[in-house]
């Protein structure tokens, strides 16, 4: 059992470890969250598609439109948090967005660690989760949710767990990955401002796995989390279970929008055998493109597919 401190801000400690790495500016909330709650322009002003550049990602903000995250005390092994609404009360009422009432990410910061969670719901409004904050150091905890008569929000909360830390370093970009004695190889390249098709394939032992289940809505459930400071992006699959046309793999293809160049960590959520596996991969995004040319999905499925499914934010 760990005693698990919670901190919305920065420790002034593990601001000395990681300021070298990521911007101040960016770790802490505080100066974004004033800025975002005032600057509706900015912040999401617009339902317009296309328009990432004057849209902020999800999970930047620890209050967004009134609504914002707040983790609670809990105990050891534990974790709890609420979503305060515009009154300053917790939010009690949710809307079931890819099977689930509230996700619950975390991430370390330097994109360790990653864990996808669905916490219960008190009727006070605390949700509470066995903590999958694994281990030291400071996380990120992005709850993504849709609160009934609201918008789907993604919101983030910086959270330390104390004990020894060790940074790890980003894994180097591949096309292929291993997990669980799965073997994911991932094809296509986001590229910044365009939609752009990612296809993961999930093989074992040689074979194509063909018989993916259903996890969460769909054959595979990705979420990429931006290098420097966490933009969350949930990517949507292109196709569900029992469209006609989408098949339970061995490929799953995604449509991503990344809002900059950069290095993102991209997370992989598959079920199979009656068990959820996480294959993860480090891509860069506009890195060295080879000529202008569009990417394989093309134009044609921008703005619906990637950002529209109702109930679930991505913005
Ligand atoms: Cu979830």
Known sequence: MRTVTRLAGFA???AAVFGATYGIGRVVDRAPVVEGRHDGAAAHATDERGGTADRLPGGLLVSE???TLEPVDAPPGEFAFRIAGPDGRPITRYEVAHDKLMHLIVARRDLSGFRHVHPELAPDGTWRVDTPLTGPGQWRAFADFAPTGGEPLTLGVDVTVPGELTERPLPAPATSTTVDGYTVTLTGAPQPGRTSSLTVTVSRDGQPVADLEPYLG????????????LAYLHVHPDGTPGDGRTRPGPAVTFLAEV????????????QHGGR???????????AAPTGDVPTPSGPAPTGEA?????GHGHN
């Open 306 to 310: 990637d950002h529209g499914t109702p």
């Open 12 to 14: 002034v400690g593990l």
């Open 259 to 270: 809002p900059s160049a950069g290095s993102y960590r991209l997370y992989l959520d598959f």
């Open 276 to 286: 959820v596996h996480t294959a993860e991969f480090t891509v860069v995004a506009g």
């Open 218 to 229: 769909a054959y595979g459930h990705l979420v990429a989390l931006r290098r420097g400071d």
């Open 65 to 67: 439109r009134g609504y």
